[in-house]
Antibody, heavy 123, light 107 residues
């Protein structure tokens, strides 16, 4: 059974940093790209970014709103995904989901999601 | 970034009704579009990818269509458990962008 479990959320002051983790199990982690998606309270979904796998040089993509402040990484030996968030702003307050990318030919989708972890940026 | 616009923002329909949600992209995205369902307090769930391919385990009353800039999600016979918010997302290029969501309520 595929499982994604996020952790590391909490309350942080504006300008602070936080590192989220996502523990993956039930599938071959190294085969998949992995994404982070967030959802501000009462709002819609916002794609945060992606890390590709080793076969694709662990390259990353980011939303403009987080580029330069957030860094996505992975540890394949521990089947773990990370989101390092620096220079946090109040507008970064959201539930953060990790999600597995499934590629079917030229199509991609997010076929499994974690339950999310809440990050609150407030003084 | 490509903008995705869903309509309507919300709707209310009766059990058994046929419901259609539309999603329009600000530029052509081939068929690189997915639909996700999210219930309160839960993570999103993949329904459809590549505009019209039903994800395994998703009921056949859900269907997707369209290509280029205009897409639809149809629920052929609305069920009580379909009460949720539905999102489209383009995977044509980066950054991926979601529509603002359509909240479906049961009358």
């Amino acid at each position: 059974e595929v499982q994604l479990v996020e952790s590391g959320g909490g309350l942080v002051q504006p300008g602070g940093s936080l590192r989220l983790s996502c523990a993956a199990s039930g599938f071959t982690f190294t085969d998949h790209y992995m994404d982070w998606v967030r959802q501000a309270p009462g709002k819609g979904l916002e794609w945060v970014g992606r890390t590709r796998n080793k076969a694709n040089s662990y390259t990353t993509e980011y939303a403009a709103s987080v580029k330069g402040r957030f860094t996505i990484s992975r540890d394949d030996s521990k089947n773990s995904l990370f989101l390092q968030m620096n220079s946090l702003k109040t507008e970064d307050t959201a539930v953060y989901y990790c999600a597995r990318v499934q590629s079917q030919g030229s199509a991609s989708c997010l076929d499994y999601w974690g339950q999310g972890t809440l990050v609150t940026v407030s003084s | 970034a490509i903008q995705m616009t869903q309509s309507p923002s919300s709707l209310s329909a009766s059990v058994g009704d046929r419901v259609t949600i539309t999603c329009r992209a600000s530029q052509g995205i081939r068929n690189d579009l997915g639909w996700y369902q999210q219930k309160p307090g839960q993570a999103p769930k993949l329904l459809i990818y590549a505009a019209s391919t039903l994800q395994s385990g998703v009921p056949s009353r859900f269907s997707g269509g369209g290509s280029g800039t205009d897409f639809t999600l149809t629920i052929s016979s609305l069920q009580p458990e379909d009460s949720a918010t539905y999102y489209c997302v383009q995977d044509y290029n980066y950054p991926w962008t979601f529509g603002q969501g359509t909240k479906v309520e049961i009358k």
